[in-house]
């Protein structure tokens, strides 16, 4: 009997029913030798559950010898009194222990039960026998199957069930492939990682691993962190996430696992330094938490294996959770008594759980823990792709075929419906030939780094690992950190020679080395929809519901103007006279379709028509003829092909909660050849309205010689101007909502007749809009096709040119300046007095709300924002708000970001300057992480096309700011070419400029903006710039300058004026000739030769001179 109650003492994960317990709470005293173990109840004063006092019973002298008053504490009983503990202190060591040992642990439960100190009824000792007898049978209890152990990673990844890691890494940026090699060598189903360090400036795509979702609680100060990294075949939701000032980060999540096993994970990290009030306050959070199980892991920094944790042990006794962990995490070989156990795996679930494993620390000084749960895994379904096989494609037989085919069969077809029919059957059976459709399974993807042999250099520190544990030798604790320092060195050095090799390789290969480099950000899985959304307050994981749920709210944006209640009264718009001009299409010939068909990207994928462009575009010549002869029936039937309407859309998240479906932005793939066709008639359609000069003058979007930096510098001219002519400038900043998406196809057919449009030609576009369907489709899985009853289609050619038409009598009426580009739309006023350019914005504002509505467009109130440029800040309070026709107030700001510039009401530029530098910084940040995978050519490619061109853009919009604020730009320049030369930090720019090849970026801009103002001399830019320059006329005195091309400089009263386009554009061009003394104009090319070589002249380092 003594051994039958040893073995169900042996086994506190024993789960006891509650009639058991309630036979048990019976006990008065049961003898086991010398030692026994006796339960008292204390009866409670209102009759509630009473709480159990644990005792530790000697027989022989009939005295307790231990007693515990914890609620729910356990018992450790051993013959040596000088070695009875709280169960709690020597939960570690609880699996080491056998049926032969002569430690057991008892658990003790509430209950109900009268108040008995001890009782000797033999009637209840036979009793409590029986009830053990029943549990134990002939064999010992039996807990479930036994919790497998893992010695090694690679133990862990042939595991049955969910497993979990934890790593604690102290800056997880940086040691981002160590922690995909984790992931790799575990495939751990949820990585929890502590100390993460990353703050807002850190994406989630630098920190991605593939196949991997990631959740964070950042810490709004340096240091600590939590992020949990979930494999996207599971859904998971936030259920809580925290961050209290130098106590403790937590993130919970609700993890489905199946639709009948939800597990709540809990990842926390708790500050070394936290004050005693992080307990209690964890705890409540803990507590809040609505779970059936819980599993929590994390760095709590609460010393498991010391007295100094008993209050935290405590608290996870009163939540019932048990720690898995048993081996110190931060092992110490030569003090192993300073060794310490603060990485834990908490749950209230232990039964369900393996032994926790403890893996080598080769990330900080905290060892890697793991644990697996038992359960059955869902099925990861094997991602199939399909495409053509090309390994025997011969493009020279295919294209031959293709010609030798007879297509007169399909010319003889009246029908553009039937004529597309015959041509796409018969192209699609002669590719089938040359390059048949496969199906092949795509496997999940290492590193491409990662070698076997680095591979097998884990696994023997793993090994190596293992046996220190073991022997506690301190020869083989120094072979692992031999080994351990070895892989370190390793990893970075495999890394950086396979990137080195490949990108020096293809230098000369643009598509396969941004390929290469892309392949640095570890993020090349494409869009894949996430592991839930949201909808009308519902949590949607099922797939193909998410695909509809994502279509449904696309397809929604046409009817955003009719889901609105308007309230206030629109007059009717002014009506211009219909242009003279008749337009009609012309038909095209062989030779322009074929050399559209040339223009084609082979690298892009195919559309609903699944002709992908790679195999049109090779057989352009073959297949010019028939589809000239489908593209001109088109357009004399009035109709395109069904099949051409439809279009693929692929969900694009912006930035924000992955499950809000509004942070999504629609990415349409439209049939190939339905592109070619749009764009052979764009270029007609262009050609007739630049030639009858159609379009506003102050629309510079999708036109040719106009820009967002032509617009933005027009814009800022007209307010320098009157701030210079000390008067007040107020500029409204219109956004619209959805806008290509609202277009009203009535009213955009009325458009096309009012410039010109024939009836047939109105009549196409009209066919052309109607009936167009779409659905979501990513990867292989796509939505239901759903009709779109507005807008003009994304993605197009013609939609851009037909949403400018919509729009082109956006300024007609309007006294006041109105620029627009595209939809992005500035209204501005100026006056002598601050309230009369706000009434007068307002009035204009009204004007242009009317058109707004019959335009059926969307104004949003919440974006829409005004700003007031003056020189007496004092006269901008207690102003008359601007307000919409609905009554919405619109909002004074100080900084908007108008194309692309950030625009401040002093116009100094330096919000925009700052800002600019700081993203540059980030991208920085990470070009130093890759710097010894690139070789110097490589260096120099990366940051030509990715980092000049962001200094690049709007540099001319600017160049007049202050030395100041342009500094912060050259600083992180110099960072750029630090990061090329791989010079120290200490380089005199001089240095770097000389080693680089590069100007300053002062002279770089100089050159942007000298460049400018030659094309404005030239006629190549818009005219609302050529407007601002005038040639200077002859003077009638004899002077050494008077041959020379000379600009008039206006006269100005301020700095503010000088800022001007009209006027520094005049003043640099002038004193430019005094070295060029250009007597003629010469051209372009010419003009940027001469640039070059100044530009060379004035390079040369002067700074030690």
Request: net charge positive.
């Amino acid at each position: 009997m003594a051994k039958v109650l040893n073995t169900f003492l042996q086994s506190p994960r024993q789960i006891i029913s509650r009639a058991e317990i309630f036979f048990l709470l019976t006990l008065a005293l049961y003898s086991i030798g010398d030692f026994g173990i006796a339960v008292a109840l204390r009866e409670s004063d209102d009759s509630r559950p009473v709480n159990p006092v644990c005792c530790v019973f000697h027989a022989g002298t009939k005295t307790f010898i231990h007693e515990c008053h914890n609620a729910y504490a356990s018992v450790c009983l051993s013959d040596n009194p000088n070695e009875l503990l709280h169960l709690s202190c020597v939960m570690v060591l609880q699996k080491n222990f056998t049926i032969n040992s002569t430690i057991a642990f008892l658990k003790t439960f509430p209950s109900l039960g009268p108040s008995n100190a001890v009782c000797k009824k033999p009637q209840l000792q036979r009793r409590l026998i029986f009830l053990l007898l029943l549990i134990s049978g002939n064999i010992p209890p039996n807990p479930g199957p036994d919790s497998p152990t893992f010695s090694t990673p690679e133990d862990f990844k042939s595991r049955n069930g969910l497993g979990f890691i934890h790593l604690n890494v102290r800056s997880l940026l940086p040691k981002m492939d160590m922690i995909r090699i984790w992931a790799i060598s575990t495939e751990a189903d949820v990585i929890v990682v502590s100390e993460t360090w990353l703050n807002k400036s850190i994406t989630d795509f630098d920190i991605h691993i593939n196949g991997y979702n990631v959740f964070r609680a950042d810490r709004p100060k340096r240091g600590g962190g939590i992020a949990i990294y979930i494999k996207t075949k599971l859904n998971a939701k936030v259920l809580l996430q925290t961050s209290m000032a130098k106590k403790f980060e937590l993130l919970a999540l609700d993890l489905e696992i199946s639709n009948s096993l939800h597990i709540t994970l809990v990842g926390c990290y708790r500050a070394p330094s936290a004050d005693g009030s992080a307990l209690p306050s964890l705890m409540e959070l803990l507590s809040s938490l609505k779970y059936n199980e819980v599993v929590i892991i994390g760095d709590l920094n609460w010393n498991w294996l010391q007295a100094v944790s008993d209050d935290f042990k405590s608290y996870c006794d009163s939540l019932n959770l048990f720690q898995l962990v048993n081996d110190p995490t931060r092992p110490n070989p030569k003090f192993p008594e300073k060794s310490s156990l603060i990485d834990l795996i908490l749950t209230n679930s232990p039964s369900k759980y393996s032994t926790a494993a403890v893996f080598a620390n080769d990330i900080s000084d905290h060892c890697i823990i793991a644990t697996s749960r038992n359960t059955k895994m869902p099925k990861t379904k094997p991602h199939i792709i399909i495409k053509r096989n090309v390994k025997q494609f011969c493009e020279q037989s295919f294209c031959q075929e293709l010609y030798e085919f007879d297509w007169h069969t399909m010319m003889e077809i009246d029908n553009v419906e039937r004529a597309w029919s015959y041509f796409h059957n018969e192209f699609t059976k002669i590719l089938d030939r040359h390059a048949p459709i496969r199906h092949y399974k795509v496997k999940g993807r290492n590193n491409p780094w990662f070698s076997s042999d680095l591979a097998n250099q884990l696994h023997e520190r793993n090994v190596a690992w293992a046996k220190a544990r073991h022997s506690d030798n301190a020869s083989d604790w120094l072979a692992f950190r031999k080994l351990r320092n070895a892989c370190t060195t390793a990893i970075r050095n495999v890394k950086s020679d396979h990137f080195l090799k490949n990108t020096t390789e293809n230098l000369n290969n643009p598509s396969k080395f941004w390929k290469i480099v892309k392949s640095l950000n570890e993020n090349n899985s494409g869009i894949e929809l996430p592991s839930s959304i949201m909808k009308n307050t519902c949590n949607i994981t099922d797939k193909t519901e998410m695909l509809l749920c994502f279509n449904e709210h696309f397809v929604s944006s046409g009817s955003l103007f009719n889901s609105i209640k308007h309230s206030a009264e629109y007059s009717l718009p002014v009506n211009h006279e219909d242009l003279i001009h008749n337009f009609s299409f012309s038909l095209f010939t062989t030779s322009e379709v074929s050399e559209a068909l040339k223009l084609l990207d082979p690298t892009k994928s195919a559309g609903p028509d699944d002709l992908e462009p790679y195999f049109i575009k090779a057989a352009a010549d073959s297949i010019a003829l028939p589809l000239t002869y489908l593209f001109n029936l088109s357009l004399s039937t009035n109709t395109i092909p069904h099949a051409w309407k439809s279009a693929y859309v692929l969900p694009l998240l912006k930035g924000g909660d992955p499950t809000n479906l509004n942070n999504y932005r629609p990415i349409s793939k439209l049939p190939i050849l339905a592109k070619v066709l749009e764009g052979l008639i764009s270029v007609q359609l262009k050609e007739f309205l630049i030639s009858n000069n159609i379009l506003s003058p102050s629309q510079s979007g999708f036109r040719k010689q106009h820009s967002t930096t032509t617009a933005a510098l027009k814009v800022l001219n007209d307010i320098s101007e009157s701030l210079d002519d000390k008067r007040h400038c107020a500029a409204l900043f219109i956004d619209l909502s959805k806008a290509f998406d609202t277009v009203d196809h009535a009213v955009l057919k009325n458009k096309l007749r009012s410039i010109g449009l024939s009836e047939h030609s109105v009549g196409w576009f009209a066919n052309y809009l109607s009936d167009r369907t779409q659905c979501v489709k990513v990867q292989n899985q796509k939505s239901k096709f759903l009709k779109v009853s507005a807008g003009v289609p994304q993605g197009s050619i013609l939609g851009p040119l037909l949403f400018t038409i919509y729009i082109n009598d956006l300024d007609k009426g309007i006294i006041d300046n109105l620029h627009l580009y595209a939809d992005d739309t500035i209204l501005y006023t100026s006056a002598l007095s601050v309230e009369l350019a706000i009434s007068k914005l307002q009035s204009a504002f009204n004007q242009l709300q009317n058109t707004f509505y019959h335009l059926k467009l969307v104004l949003n109130s919440n974006k829409t924002k005004y700003m007031l440029f003056s020189k007496s800040k004092a006269k901008l309070k207690n102003l008359l708000p601007i307000t919409t026709k609905e009554g919405h107030l619109i909002e004074l700001v100080t900084e908007y970001k108008y194309l692309g510039i950030l625009i401040d009401d002093c116009l100094t530029f330096k919000p925009h300057i700052q800002k600019l530098a700081h993203r540059l910084k980030l991208k920085l940040r990470f070009y130093f992480r890759i710097k010894s995978c690139l070789s110097f050519e490589a260096r120099k490619k990366l940051v030509t096309a990715t980092f000049m061109s962001v200094l690049d853009f709007g540099d001319v919009v600017y160049m007049n700011a202050s030395a100041d604020a342009l500094h912060a730009l050259d600083t992180v320049f110099h960072g750029a070419l630090r990061f090329i030369t791989n010079m120290r930090s200490l380089t005199h720019h001089c240095l770097l400029y000389a080693r680089v090849g590069w100007p300053s970026l002062s002279q770089r801009r100089l050159k942007h903006w000298y460049l400018l103002i030659y094309k404005c001399i030239l006629g190549l830019v818009p005219s609302y710039l050529q407007q601002l320059i005038e040639l200077k006329s002859s003077s009638s005195y004899s002077l050494r300058s008077q041959d020379t091309v000379l600009l008039s400089v206006p006269r100005v009263r301020t700095e503010m004026g000088k800022k001007a386009f009209r006027f520094a554009a005049a003043q640099f061009w002038n004193e430019l000739q005094k070295d060029f003394k250009l007597k003629e104009l010469i051209s372009l090319g010419s003009f940027k030769k001469l640039l070059n070589e100044r530009e060379t002249k004035l390079s040369n380092c002067k700074c030690f001179i």
